[in-house]
């Protein structure tokens, strides 16, 4: 079957029944394909990368964190996990002088994003990098933005990352931690509960002016918790 309409498929039938089913060959399928979300790679990396390119709630989450942020012109900005570049080209979008610096682990999602941002990665305001939230290179910023979406969740010793990410911010920069539960059955309470938890985090890395935001979304409410050098 088609990589783009395995995509499809679970696009339209992403827990429960159909493509979405839990037993026998399909649900395998799925298992295997919802394995890939933290760290695309091979065939099923693609899919995966297709699918988070194209899901609704995955656009509206990446363009809201960008716009919390205010980013301006001539930012430097850091993104932490950005998949298949949603985000990177939003950023791209409102820079004239300033450049965005992508950092992600799967080597399938830098291609990808690659391919989605090729014109902002040519004229500079773009640069992505292979690795992950330990490997961000060292004569890179400071910056005045830094944004993490659905990527915080899985970063060994989150709080010493995340005070190694405040090091590199410029006085006054700001921190968004973006968050939307995808476990099936995930509720807004649950989501409202992993926004406090990101809260506690970044005050107890040392930020400031910590503040915690709501953005209805289907199936389940994305947060973001936004702080201050």
């Not at 295997?32 to 194209?54: N, T, Y």
């Not at 933005?145 to 659905?150: E, M, Q, R, S, T």
């Not at 400031?208 to 936004?226: D, G, K, S, Y």
């Amino acid at each position: 079957m088609h990589d783009k309409l395995l995509a499809r498929r679970y696009l339209e039938h992403p827990v429960g029944g159909g493509f979405g089913t839990e037993s026998g060959f399909r649900g395998r399928l799925r298992r295997a394909l919802v394995s890939q979300f933290g760290h695309p790679r091979g065939c099923w990396g693609h899919v995966a990368g297709w699918i988070m390119a194209h899901r609704r709630s995955n656009i509206e989450r990446n363009r809201w964190t960008v716009a919390l942020l205010d980013v301006r012109p001539q930012d430097r900005v850091l993104e932490i996990g950005f998949g298949p570049g949603i985000a990177i080209a939003a950023v791209a979008e409102r820079l004239a002088g300033g450049q965005v610096l992508g950092v992600d682990h799967s080597t399938v999602m830098v291609h990808q994003a690659a391919r989605r941002d090729a014109r902002a990665v040519a004229d500079g305001r773009v640069r992505l990098v292979l690795g992950d939230v330990a490997d961000v290179p060292a004569e890179a910023g400071p910056f005045q933005k830094i944004l993490a979406v659905n990527a915080v969740m899985f970063w060994g010793e989150p709080v010493l990352r995340l005070r190694e990410l405040r090091a590199r911010l410029a006085p006054g920069g700001t921190l968004a931690l973006t968050l939307q539960p995808r476990a099936p059955k995930a509720t807004d309470a649950d989501a409202q509960r992993a926004g406090e938890h990101l809260v506690a985090q970044l005050r107890e890395a040392g930020f400031a002016q910590v503040r915690l935001e709501t953005l209805p979304l289907r199936p389940v409410n994305a947060v973001c918790a936004l702080a201050v050098k």
